[in-house]
């Protein structure tokens, strides 16, 4: 993100929508991997239904899976793929506890039909509740050009 942060524009209900389904898509894929490594500790065994331990344990598997990303370039790839970024007020990338908040409070606002993600559309100061209460913000530029996710890249 080389452009000053005024360049930066709100994401599209379209374009925030789009990534939404591809991250979805992706985390789908990593917990379906996260339950394959569960079934396997078990010895082959179905997890019962309703386990509190594995239900904690796809959280966590969910919420390293967004932290990570966030943490390392503000971008997952779905967010990567429709030129979207994740900062801080500030412009700064975030911490694993703004990452935190952020998670816990979006799984909480798809509780009431999605309200807390509608907000941003409805409330006067265009956030949504992840966004007010981890102090970030998601951004979009039309000049963002793709960053190597990795040195090796």
């Not at 065994?45 to 943490?71: K, Q």
């Not at 966004?131 to 090796?152: E, F, H, V």
Request: hydrophobic share 45%; no cysteine.
């Amino acid at each position: 993100m080389s452009n000053s942060i005024e360049t930066y524009f709100r994401p599209s209900l379209l374009r925030y929508l789009g990534v939404m389904l591809y991250d979805t898509l992706l985390l789908l894929s990593v917990l379906l991997a996260a339950t394959v490594i569960a079934v396997a500790i078990n010895g082959g065994e179905a997890i019962t239904r309703g386990n509190p331990f594995f239900l904690i344990y796809l959280f966590t598997v969910s919420f390293l899976f967004y932290g990570w990303f966030w943490t390392h370039g503000g971008q997952t790839l779905g967010m990567r793929s429709w030129k979207v970024y994740l900062t801080s007020h500030h412009g700064s990338t975030i911490s694993w506890q703004r990452a935190f908040i952020r998670f816990s409070v979006a799984i909480i606002s798809w509780i009431p039909l999605g309200l807390g993600f509608w907000w941003q559309y409805l409330g006067k100061n265009n956030q949504s509740w992840p966004d007010m209460l981890s102090g970030t913000r998601l951004i979009y530029s039309k000049q963002a050009k793709p960053t190597p996710l990795s040195p090796l890249s």
